[in-house]
């Protein structure tokens, strides 16, 4: 079975700052891995997306994502945050056999605080 | 384009009744997913449908129920509410040729009291 870890429940960072969201996954075969950011009162964005080909992924807002497969990790990261960053971060993965149809498996959230 | 729609935003219903929940996807997305967020157990995965046709389905009782009409749009239903059914439910469309990502609705709040 997929799984999906975020491991720091919050992530403090002064405006300007690097920011970085980690995620480590479980998966057999190689991962299509998601990162989708959610503002309060409202539905997920989506970020960006690893599927295959160059380990560095850039997205939208500035956001770009690092693919490690030895380290199965996904990291998010920007490189100057803003206080609009503020927001409920969350990783997934979806299973590349395609078994589960679209079905992503969450990570449990990463709250990020951009201070200013 | 129009992004994916829900109704209604927010409800509140009584342990023990029925409540449905609409999702309009967006045009030419044939994908619809459903999922339950709430703070105790993160978001999970309730349903797929696709051509009308539920593809996979996650760890959640009977009382939970969708479907999918020829338009695409999809409604779930929640049985016999139970407090624990509180939650904010979020609905996601998505092509479904290739790996794409899913957009996602405002969700619906629902409060069963």
């Known amino acids: 079975a997929q799984s999906v870890a975020q491991p720091e429940d919050q992530v403090n960072v002064a405006e300007g700052n690097p920011l970085t969201v980690k995620c480590t996954y479980s998966v057999s075969g190689n991962p299509y891995l998601f990162w989708y950011v959610q503002y309060p009162n409202r539905g997920l964005q989506f970020l960006l997306k690893y599927i295959t080909g160059d380990n560095l992924v850039k997205g939208s807002y500035g956001f770009e994502a690092e693919f490690n497969k030895s380290q199965t990790s996904f990291h998010l990261k920007k490189p100057s945050a803003l206080v609009s960053d503020s927001a409920l971060y969350f990783c997934a993965v979806r299973d590349p056999s395609g078994a589960a149809g679209n079905k992503l498996t969450f990570g449990g959230g990463t709250r990020v605080l951009v201070k200013p | ?113």
């Open chain 2, 1 to 113: 384009k129009a992004g994916v729609t829900q109704t209604p935003r927010y409800l509140i219903k009584t342990r023990g009744q029925q409540v449905t929940l609409s999702c309009s996807p967006i045009s030419g997305h044939r994908s619809v997913s459903w999922y339950q967020q709430t703070p105790g157990q993160g978001l999970q995965f309730l349903f797929e449908y696709f051509s009308e046709t539920q593809r996979n389905k996650g760890n959640f009782p009977g009382r939970f129920s969708g479907r999918q009409f020829s338009n695409s749009r999809s409604e779930m239903n929640v049985s016999t509410l139970e407090l624990g059914d509180s939650a904010l439910y979020l609905c996601a469309s998505s092509l479904d040729q290739g790996v794409f990502e899913q957009y996602f609705g405002p969700g619906t709040r629902l409060t069963v009291t």
